[in-house]
């Protein structure tokens, strides 16, 4: 049964949607706190801990970002006035970003701020810092920077080029179920997790801070695009095995879980 009929509940693969709405919600609570034995990490078992990021791979082009003394585009913005004008953008100009300008925005959404052995501290908070996100960046519209796949690089303030793509537009569009307007983007933000990172410290528990983590480097990505004169849209709609599979993650120890065009707003 997939319609609503004379009163009925709705059934999707044999569970009312009244039962699947409840067994979401146990997701948003805090029960596995009080329920699973912490002593049974792999932290708590002397597993060393996992890297901060994915490392470059021996023949990858690596791309240094400019750093804070060249963002010259980048403007001073009261707090106040940025969260008042926090929106979701749609609607872009065709102007190309500047490279400056995406340096700054992966900054403040994953840059270190410092590091010591096995952690880092960054521009977002992180249950137990374990910051179990990868940022890869879709370049549509961006000086100096071919239409392709980056991955940020935070310990290095840098990019890796995975791949290079002139259709990438197009297909991300198509991935993320029809919304064109990514297209016209100057670059698309997607967040990967990577989940180990997080369940090393926290097991079952890292599913929820991995969400919680991911909106917060969102609205950081919010605010910041009031710095340069962008703006931005989280996504949360998009077909999983499609957006896996177009910036090659393998879809189980990583996935994308959320997604933001940014552009030059109009």
């Given at each position: 049964?997939?319609?609503?009929?004379?009163?009925?509940?709705?059934k999707?693969q044999?569970?009312?949607?009244?039962?699947?709405?409840?067994?979401?919600?146990?997701?948003?609570?805090?029960h596995?706190?009080?329920?699973?034995?912490?002593?049974?990490?792999?932290?708590?078992?002397?597993?060393?801990?996992?890297?901060?990021?994915?490392?470059?791979?021996?023949?990858q082009?690596?791309?240094?970002?400019?750093?804070?003394?060249?963002?010259?585009?980048?403007?001073?913005?009261?707090?106040?006035?940025?969260i008042r004008?926090?929106?979701?953008?749609?609607?872009?100009?065709?102007?190309?970003?500047?490279?400056?300008?995406?340096?700054?925005?992966?900054?403040?959404?994953?840059?270190v701020?410092?590091?010591?052995?096995?952690?880092?501290?960054?521009?977002?908070?992180?249950?137990?810092?374990?910051?179990?996100?990868?940022?890869?960046?879709?370049?549509?519209?961006?000086?100096?920077l071919?239409?392709?796949?980056?991955?940020?690089?935070?310990?290095?303030?840098?990019?890796?080029?995975?791949?290079?793509?002139?259709?990438?537009?197009?297909?991300?569009?198509?991935?993320?179920?029809?919304?064109?307007?990514?297209?016209?983007?100057?670059?698309?933000w997607?967040?990967t997790?990577?989940?180990?990172?997080?369940e090393?410290?926290y097991?079952?528990?890292s599913?929820?801070?991995?969400?919680?983590?991911?909106?917060?480097?969102?609205?950081?990505l919010?605010?910041?695009?009031?710095?340069?004169?962008?703006?931005?849209?989280a996504?949360g709609?998009?077909?999983?095995?499609?957006?896996?599979?177009l910036?090659?993650?393998?879809?189980?120890?990583?996935?994308?879980?959320?997604?933001?065009?940014?552009?030059?707003a109009?």
């Amino acid at each position: 049964m997939t319609e609503w009929a004379d009163g009925r509940e709705r059934k999707i693969q044999g569970i009312t949607m009244d039962e699947q709405t409840k067994q979401r919600r146990q997701f948003l609570k805090n029960h596995i706190h009080t329920e699973f034995d912490f002593s049974r990490t792999d932290q708590a078992q002397g597993v060393p801990v996992p890297p901060a990021e994915k490392p470059p791979r021996t023949d990858q082009r690596v791309i240094e970002l400019p750093g804070p003394k060249q963002w010259e585009t980048v403007a001073p913005v009261d707090l106040t006035r940025a969260i008042r004008k926090r929106r979701s953008r749609r609607i872009f100009k065709e102007k190309p970003m500047r490279v400056e300008e995406l340096a700054f925005l992966l900054w403040a959404t994953q840059g270190v701020v410092r590091q010591g052995p096995g952690y880092t501290m960054r521009t977002v908070p992180s249950a137990g810092a374990r910051h179990a996100l990868e940022t890869y960046v879709c370049a549509l519209h961006v000086a100096e920077l071919p239409s392709g796949v980056y991955r940020y690089l935070p310990t290095r303030h840098a990019l890796a080029e995975e791949f290079l793509d002139g259709e990438l537009g197009p297909k991300l569009a198509e991935a993320c179920l029809g919304q064109r307007f990514l297209a016209t983007a100057g670059a698309v933000w997607v967040w990967t997790a990577v989940p180990y990172r997080m369940e090393w410290r926290y097991g079952p528990v890292s599913a929820k801070a991995i969400a919680l983590d991911t909106g917060h480097a969102g609205q950081n990505l919010y605010l910041a695009c009031e710095a340069v004169d962008c703006g931005t849209c989280a996504i949360g709609a998009y077909d999983q095995k499609r957006m896996d599979a177009l910036i090659r993650a393998d879809g189980e120890d990583e996935f994308v879980v959320y997604l933001a065009p940014v552009g030059k707003a109009k």
